[in-house]
T-cell receptor, first 114, second 115 residues
Framework: DQQVKQNSPSLSVQEGRISILNCDYTNSMFDYFLWYKKYPAEGPTFLISISSIKDKNEDGRFTVFLNKSAKHLSLHIVPSQPGDSAVYFCAASFSGAGSYQLTFGKGTKLSVIP | DTGVSQDPRHKITKRGQNVTFRCDPISEHNRLYWYRQTLGQGPEFLTYFQNEAQLEKSRLLSDRFSAERPKGSFSTLEIQRTEQGDSAMYLC?????????????FGNGTRLTVT
């Protein structure tokens, strides 16, 4: 069973516009959420995170929103740049695990068109 | 470069052979993780170490897989009697024990192809 779901395999956005990537989760024990970016032939790179005690976290052009009642989070990239073209993974963990192991979604491939 | 280093980058082997991968974490990180990623999927947790102790293993880690982290520094992942289903990208990550304030930092992975 997929506990973290990214239902859009791909997304295309014009340069300068907003990119919105979505993620849903089913395990209510998750209390920490992260977004990773992955370029081809490289490992995932940490982008931004949010704790379940918050509903928004912002870092430069990247903002993550968390809606706990809907078990939904989203990553907003404004403005989108061609260098943002990559696969974005949503990940979740819960403090009870101790290991802080991450459960990942399948990823969304973002293409930013110049 | 003080990132997570993995060796080799690529490994092609025949079914039934044994393979071993190495991971060198960021030097001050005491937690080390192994993940596996197959095509079209996100990374899946395999196991993790805190210092030299292996504290958790996923059910994905069959008895053909063994991981070690002697002296709490680098780690090795060995797969015995490889099968075609073992073909995947094997990712290593490290973090500080503080967890929440220290997200996982991944290496570039070892791509295994079993023919």
């Amino acid at each position: 069973d997929q506990q973290v779901k990214q239902n859009s395999p791909s997304l295309s956005v014009q340069e300068g516009r907003i990119s919105i990537l979505n993620c849903d989760y089913t395990n209510s024990m998750f209390d920490y959420f992260l977004w990773y970016k992955k370029y081809p032939a490289e490992g995932p790179t940490f982008l931004i995170s949010i704790s379940s005690i918050k509903d928004k976290n912002e870092d430069g052009r990247f903002t993550v929103f968390l809606n706990k009642s809907a078990k939904h989070l989203s990553l907003h990239i404004v403005p989108s740049q061609p260098g943002d073209s990559a696969v974005y993974f949503c990940a979740a963990s819960f403090s009870g695990a101790g290991s802080y192991q991450l459960t990942f979604g399948k990823g969304t491939k973002l293409s930013v068109i110049p | 470069d003080t990132g997570v280093s993995q060796d080799p980058r690529h490994k092609i082997t025949k079914r039934g052979q044994n393979v071993t991968f190495r991971c060198d974490p960021i030097s001050e990180h005491n937690r080390l993780y192994w993940y596996r990623q197959t095509l079209g999927q996100g990374p899946e947790f395999l196991t993790y170490f805190q210092n030299e102790a292996q504290l958790e293993k996923s059910r994905l880690l069959s008895d053909r897989f063994s991981a070690e982290r002697p002296k709490g520094s680098f780690s090795t992942l060995e797969i015995q009697r490889t099968e075609q289903g073992d073909s995947a990208m094997y990712l290593c990550a490290s973090s500080l024990v503080s967890g929440r304030d220290s997200p996982l930092h991944f290496g570039n992975g070892t791509r295994l192809t079993v023919t």
